[in-house]
């Protein structure tokens, strides 16, 4: 059972890495064709009205955002402007912000569970004082 609770927290993870890379392209206007968790075949995916394929796919050890353009970022063009909406068609900044986005998803997610486990747990406090002693126990015995 820990296992499967282990899995649902690292897909969890994830899917919310992958929103901030997502949410952070479609603010910029760049075109989304994939957001899959895990990889390989999928066992679920369906298409949106933007033309983005969701999937949840059979290997649950990560996932990512698939950008237009993002994938013939390292072939050489010659000198033609890039297609708009695609990843090479933005800003260095824009780009810069699309790739950190899923690490500040992720650390601000951790800020706001934390926040909502003190806000509704709190700290638990424990004092060096003892409280009582057992009857018939070698401290009561010995008048302690």
Same mark, same amino acid.
């Not at 934390?114 to 409280?131: D, K, V, W, Y």
């Given at each position: 059972? #820990?296992? *499967?609770? /282990? /899995?649902? *927290?690292?897909? /969890?993870?994830? +899917?919310?890495?992958? $929103?901030?890379?997502?949410?952070?392209?479609? $603010?910029?206007?760049?075109? %989304? +064709?994939?957001?899959?968790?895990?990889?390989? !075949? =999928?066992?679920?995916?369906? #298409?949106?009205?933007?033309?983005?394929? @969701? !999937? &949840?796919?059979? *290997? =649950?050890?990560?996932?990512?955002?698939? &950008?237009?353009?993002?994938?013939? &970022?390292?072939?050489?063009?010659?000198?033609?402007? =890039?297609?708009?909406? +695609?990843?090479?068609? $933005?800003?260095?900044?824009?780009?810069?912000? *699309?790739? $950190?986005?899923?690490?500040?998803?992720?650390?601000?997610?951790? @800020?706001?569970?934390?926040?909502? #486990?003190?806000?509704? &747990?709190?700290?638990? +406090?424990?004092?060096?004082?003892?409280?009582? %002693?057992?009857?018939?126990? =070698?401290?009561? /015995?010995?008048?302690?």
């Amino acid at each position: 059972m #820990i296992y *499967i609770n /282990l /899995l649902i *927290i690292f897909l /969890l993870i994830i +899917t919310i890495h992958e $929103l901030g890379h997502y949410f952070s392209a479609k $603010l910029f206007n760049a075109e %989304v +064709t994939d957001f899959s968790i895990g990889f390989g !075949k =999928p066992i679920y995916q369906f #298409i949106d009205k933007n033309k983005t394929r @969701w !999937k &949840i796919s059979m *290997i =649950p050890l990560g996932g990512y955002v698939k &950008i237009k353009g993002l994938d013939t &970022i390292f072939q050489k063009n010659s000198n033609q402007r =890039p297609e708009v909406g +695609t990843f090479q068609s $933005l800003s260095l900044f824009r780009k810069i912000i *699309i790739l $950190l986005a899923g690490s500040f998803f992720n650390i601000v997610s951790a @800020w706001f569970c934390l926040f909502i #486990i003190m806000f509704f &747990i709190g700290i638990s +406090t424990f004092s060096n004082e003892i409280g009582g %002693v057992m009857d018939n126990s =070698p401290a009561f /015995l010995n008048d302690i």
